[in-house]
């Protein structure tokens, strides 16, 4: 049992507030995703988590108790830092018994629970080596391990991943998955990674200069962004912004005029819009579909092919936008496109960049990692 | 005269010339063919003649009679000079405080200087300032140093150690006369404190402020993270200061001149004092050259023995 709660946190560094009231709940075993753009408090708010870092007001609740004045090493949490932080002078093993040596576990015992973690992560063969002789990937789960041998009620990550490769990223993001379902442990994590984000978390915490925009699981917050910032920042490549002119607006959907002229109906709550004024139309590159009777145009600027898709750039008025297609559209730079989109997938935001609410939920807006799983899976859990 | 500067010349490049032969040699590395050779060969060249001309010279006085007070005895005297130096009880007695000064001075300047290291480390008020004001005194010549502790820290009769001591009630020391050694460590660890001071504050510096935090984590207290973290991160740091130390330290001369000049007896005489003294005060250049190859001899043993530890140190 861990779950974390913060109440109304702050922290100011001298005259500068980094952390501006944040509310949070961390339910038990649950994998939560800090994610935001650099400079944002991401570390700062693990760090107050952790207790490395004191917060300014507010209250840290770990399963119910405050602990904003217990120390660091007391909260029962366990940190895996992003340059690993490993001690350059002692061996693997004694790297991962280092907190049960200074709490006078004898050295037996130390090394039974070394060995457990190490089993788990597959370090067996390494407990003799010194951090300077082991690959990233390899120090990277010795700093995971030192965390699991503390038998922490929460995990810590900061960016783990991002001092790795591509492949080895993928690699260790599946095994942090794997290390989630496997010590039934709650973990919170801080990337800058998309997919990170999107693929490891039951809930994502998006945050923007000391704040948090939106809390919700991966799916309902690609489907369902609260405002334009959290449209913009989840999903890759980043939603495209059209300015259109509202036609009318009523309960039923909204009706908008598109920069060539042409108006369509999009099934979004307009109730609260009546009364008119500039809108922007958010669609995601994924959304947008070339289309020879499509009511919009524009020119390829360029034309970046994957393979399997091609992401084209095109010039529409003032904006550049981003379609996604198949790998095979026969298109050249400088040749010019028509393209719809598809309305039920449109967002549509006010002049405040909130969002207008969507008159259907996406059905899937409210799963869960766990949920990906077939029902035999969870047996025994 | 001749001998006199001679030692210290003639030793400091000797000592230099096995550190860097040392290094090539134990990082198995051959640097550059025979084009290379040919450009440095000037450098090599310089710097060989450098060390050699002052060492053969000295080696070349230490097999003369040569006695500035007797003109008349000359010639070739064989192992004479080194016979009478090694059964004079002087040498011991200079070799063993020789020892015991850079022996204690090593102790007080790394142990101060990394327990200093650490405290300057930390953020308080004024720190820029504290840091430029403890480290000043390296820059205090160690003639002036000497004399300003000798007449205003020391003085048995107007020091400021003496005042302390009276206005504690405490009777007045005279330090010079009867702590000598003790006095000179004093003001020679004072000098070289600021060095290790300096070397180790910036080591402290490259420490991985998350490795203190990770261990803060694993429940170090401060002291914990000191002797775990803090003290095997400056290992390497200690032993280069350790080495650079010893070297200078083993010719301490100026500090010993202008406070105890030696005395009482021999109570403060070191090699290199020992040296001086033959040399002119009895004016005998041979016994002196002697003296000083007897001190290169113990300088380069002692720095091969330290270039082992150091390059062992700064490989692992
Ligand atoms: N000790 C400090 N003193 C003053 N300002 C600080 C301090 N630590 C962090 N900040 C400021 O707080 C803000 C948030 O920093 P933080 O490290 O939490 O960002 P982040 O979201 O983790 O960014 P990144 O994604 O780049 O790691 C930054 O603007 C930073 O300049
Ligand atoms: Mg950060």
Request: glycine share 10%.
């Amino acid at each position: 049992m861990a779950t974390l709660e913060l109440k109304q946190i702050t922290k100011s560094f001298d005259d500068t507030h980094v952390i501006k009231g944040v509310d949070l709940e961390v339910n038990d075993r649950e994998f939560v995703v800090f994610v935001g753009p650099s400079g944002c408090g991401k570390s700062t708010l693990m760090r107050m988590i952790a207790g490395l870092e004191s917060a300014t007001s507010g209250d840290i609740l770990i399963d119910g108790q405050r602990m904003n004045e217990v120390g660091p090493a007391d909260r029962g949490l366990a940190m895996v830092f992003q340059s690993y932080a490993l001690y350059p002078h002692m061996t693997v093993e004694d790297n991962m018994g280092f907190s049960m040596r200074l709490a006078g576990v004898s050295k037996d015992k130390r090394r039974e629970k070394v060995l457990e973690a190490a089993k788990i992560l597959q370090l067996e063969p390494l407990l003799d080596r010194k951090p300077k002789a082991l690959s990233g990937g390899q120090r990277q789960r010795v700093a995971i391990g030192r965390a699991i041998v503390r038998n922490p009620s929460i995990f810590l990550f900061d960016e783990p991943l991002s001092n790795l490769d591509a492949a080895l990223r993928v690699q260790m993001r599946i095994e942090l998955a794997r290390l989630h379902e496997e010590l039934d442990a709650t973990m919170i994590y801080v990337t800058h990674d998309q997919i990170e984000a999107m693929t490891m978390a039951d809930k994502i915490v998006v945050l923007q200069g000391g704040e948090v925009e939106q809390v919700g699981s991966p799916m309902g917050l690609y489907h369902h962004p609260r405002n334009r910032f959290v449209a913009g920042f989840i999903g890759s490549p980043k939603m495209n912004f059209i300015a259109v002119e509202q036609v009318s607006s009523d309960a039923e959907g909204v009706t908008i005029k598109l920069p060539g002229g042409e108006t369509r109906q999009v099934p979004i709550d307009g109730s609260g819009h009546a009364g008119g004024g500039a809108l922007e139309l958010g669609v995601r590159p994924e959304h947008l579909v070339l289309d020879e009777q499509g009511p919009m145009e524009g020119r390829i600027q360029v034309l970046e092919r994957l393979g399997g898709q091609t992401s084209l750039y095109v010039q529409m008025g003032d904006s550049l936008l981003t379609i996604m297609a198949d790998g095979d559209v026969a298109y050249r730079v400088n040749d010019s496109v028509r393209f719809g989109f598809s309305s039920d997938r449109a967002h549509l935001f006010d002049a405040e960049g909130l969002s207008l609410p969507k008159l259907h939920r996406h059905p899937l807006a409210g799963l869960r990692r766990q949920d990906n799983r077939a029902p035999s899976d969870t047996v025994g859990q | 005269m001749s001998a006199g500067r001679v030692t210290p010349a003639g030793s400091f490049p000797a000592t230099f010339m096995v550190t860097d032969m040392n290094k090539t040699r134990t990082s198995g590395r051959t640097i550059g063919g025979l084009r290379t050779l040919s450009l440095q060969a000037p450098a090599v060249t310089l710097l060989f003649l450098w060390m050699i001309v002052p060492l053969a010279m000295t080696v070349w006085f230490s097999l003369q009679r040569y006695n500035l007070l007797m003109p008349g005895m000359t010639g070739f005297a064989g192992l004479e000079n080194y016979e009478y130096l090694f059964t004079d009880p002087a040498l011991w007695s200079a070799m063993g405080t020789t020892l015991l000064m850079v022996g204690w001075v090593l102790v007080i300047t790394v142990v101060g200087g990394t327990l200093l290291a650490v405290l300057f480390q930390q953020d308080f008020m004024g720190r820029g300032i504290a840091r430029v004001l403890a480290i000043s005194p390296f820059f205090v010549m160690p003639t002036v140093s000497a004399l300003v502790w000798k007449n205003m820290m020391m003085h048995p009769a107007n020091g400021v150690l003496s005042w302390v001591a009276e206005s504690l009630g405490l009777p007045a020391v005279d330090w010079f006369s009867s702590l000598p050694l003790t006095s000179v460590i004093i003001i020679v660890a004072w000098q070289w404190l600021p060095f290790a001071l300096l070397i180790l504050l910036t080591a402290m510096q490259s420490l991985d402020e998350d490795q203190v935090e990770a261990a803060r984590m694993d429940g170090a207290g401060p002291i914990a993270i000191f002797f775990f973290i803090t003290l095997p991160h400056l290992k390497r740091a200690i032993s280069v200061v350790i080495m650079i130390e010893m070297i200078f330290l083993l010719t301490i001369f100026a500090e010993i001149f202008v406070t105890t000049s030696g005395g009482p007896g021999l109570a403060t005489t070191n090699l290199a004092y020992l040296i001086y003294i033959r040399a002119l005060l009895d004016f005998d250049v041979g016994m002196a050259s002697a003296g000083g190859v007897v001190a290169i001899i113990l300088a380069n043993i002692v720095a091969i023995f330290l270039v082992r530890m150091v390059a062992k140190n700064l490989e692992s």
